[in-house]
């Protein structure tokens, strides 16, 4: 007998204008970007987005179903829309944490939902490790744990599968530096010189978006490249964090998560993600027994492939019937 079809699951309609958004001033310096969607009254979610650096865009809001969830997004500090634009002091992991607190308080929020993508995983479980007591769970797709491990591979390993956008990322740089990438692009990326400083971190993204679907999307990558604001944002903040070991201690997530590990938590994987690979969410999966794990066969880092899309909004319908992921089908290889 043919097994049934297993249900497919999409975006959300389109939501043009948020219920309510402001600025939340954090600091002396730092301006948060801040906006709310769908039902007032509904289960809070906050939803970290990736980078650092990327933003939390408009389509982020259709994840969720509007009537059933309170759906809160930010830009992190440098990001996007806060301000200033791509500031790199006083921001770090440990300055982010605050800054979900604050936003938190702000909104008046109890307890959420966590949910996060790449960088927003790191962050998301940082986060919940310094205020469990805060959290409803946790939706997390393409896991990166922020160690040593994962960011050599990122600056180095992802040559073996992707040469050519290694050969443009690296021959940029003087042959002298090609042994530290990480620090060159970070030095460029913080010049004095405009043209040079933008350039750097155009070049960033390029290798970033260039290595994040299954599938190459040249239109997609050249269109995020031409946005000076995204590469500026991105490159700065990201070559700023990874130089400087994501600011966490080596494997520090995984030696906390005994802290949050009674909580609920659903892991949508790529199973070809090159740059958050199926090896630290299958790590986190065994250290969190409350956990479930999607590994999806067919897909890359990118949110918008359809088979990570598709099981990404349906653990938010299974959350928002049941509060909790442990009835959800997992696979994992």
């Known amino acids: 007998m043919e097994a049934p079809c297993k249900k497919t699951y999409s975006l959300f309609p389109e939501i043009k204008e948020p219920n309510r958004s402001g600025m939340l001033q954090v600091d002396d310096l730092h301006s948060l970007y801040w906006e709310e969607c769908g039902n007032p009254d509904g289960i809070p979610v906050v939803y970290l987005h990736g980078g650092p650096g990327e933003g939390a865009g408009p389509r982020k809001r259709q994840f969720w179903d509007p009537e059933a969830y309170r759906i809160i997004l930010f830009d992190q500090r440098g990001s996007m829309r806060s301000t200033p634009l791509a500031e790199l002091k006083d921001n770090t992991t440990s300055h982010l944490i605050r800054d979900i607190e604050a936003l938190r308080r702000h909104l008046d929020v109890d307890r959420w939902l966590i949910a996060g993508g790449s960088w927003g995983t790191t962050l998301a479980l940082a986060y919940g490790e310094s205020h ?39 021959t940029w740089i003087p042959k002298e530096e090609r042994d530290d990438l990480l ?36 239109e997609a990558v050249e269109k995020m490249a031409a946005n000076e604001t995204v590469v500026l944002a991105m490159g700065r903040i990201d070559t700023c964090y990874f130089k400087n070991g994501m600011f966490l201690e080596d494997n520090q997530i995984l030696q906390n998560i005994d802290r949050i590990s009674h909580l609920p938590c659903a892991i949508i994987q790529g199973g070809h993600d090159m740059i ?58």
């Open 132 to 170: 469990p007591e805060r959290c409803l769970g946790f939706l997390l797709r393409g896991v990166f744990l922020g160690t040593s491990d994962e960011i050599e591979w990122f600056v180095y390993g992802m040559r073996r599968f992707f040469p050519k956008a290694f050969e443009d990322f690296s």
């Open 276 to 333: 958050a690979t199926p090896n630290s969410a299958y790590r986190l999966h065994k250290a969190w027994p409350n956990s479930v794990i999607h590994m999806v066969p067919d897909a890359g880092h990118s949110p918008m492939e359809s088979g990570t899309l598709s099981r990404l909004i349906e653990a938010t319908e299974h959350f928002k019937q049941h509060g909790r992921f442990d009835q959800l089908s997992e696979s994992a290889s």
């Open 183 to 218: 620090t060159a692009y970070a030095k460029r990326a913080t010049a004095e010189e405009h043209d040079l400083r933008l350039e750097a971190c155009r070049r960033w993204v390029t290798y970033s978006g260039s290595c994040s679907s299954l599938e190459y999307d040249r």
